[in-house]
């Protein structure tokens, strides 16, 4: 399975960035579409998840900021990045198959190469 993300790069404080993941057809008709990120020595974290009818989770320290979509037509998962701030700094990943189970959200087993998000104070 192919996960193809774009779009990272080097922004100021206060910046915007938008990312892009195109994956199959099949593979986006089937899955819940998520960007995960890592910062260094941190543990991979949920970023924003875009599930089945449309429901759409963000962690909390992104809500209000960050905008997940999802283009049909094109296969493809954007994560709109806005008001960035550094600590938003960290590899981003793209994410198929994630799921929801009491309460929680848990990945799913196709990932995407990351994407370096860096942003400056």
């Known amino acids: 399975v192919q996960l193809q993300a774009f779009g990272g790069g080097l922004v100021q404080a206060g910046g915007s960035l938008r990312l892009s993941c195109a994956t199959s057809?099949?593979?986006?008709?089937?899955?819940?579409m998520a960007w995960y990120r890592q910062a260094p020595g941190k543990q991979r974290e949920l970023v924003a998840r875009?599930?089945?009818?449309?429901?759409?989770d963000y962690t909390d320290s992104v809500k209000g900021r960050f905008t997940i979509s999802r283009d049909n037509a094109k296969n493809t998962v954007y994560l709109l990045m806005d008001s960035l701030k550094p600590e938003d700094t960290a590899v981003y990943y793209c994410?198929?198959?994630?799921?929801?189970?009491?309460?929680?959200?848990?990945?799913?087993?196709?990932w995407g190469h990351g994407t370096q998000v860096t942003v400056s104070s």
């Open positions: 875009s599930g089945s009818s449309s429901i759409t």
């Open positions: 994410n198929a198959g994630s799921r929801r189970s009491n309460g929680a959200v848990y990945p799913g087993d196709y």
């Open positions: 057809g099949r593979i986006f008709r089937l899955y819940a």
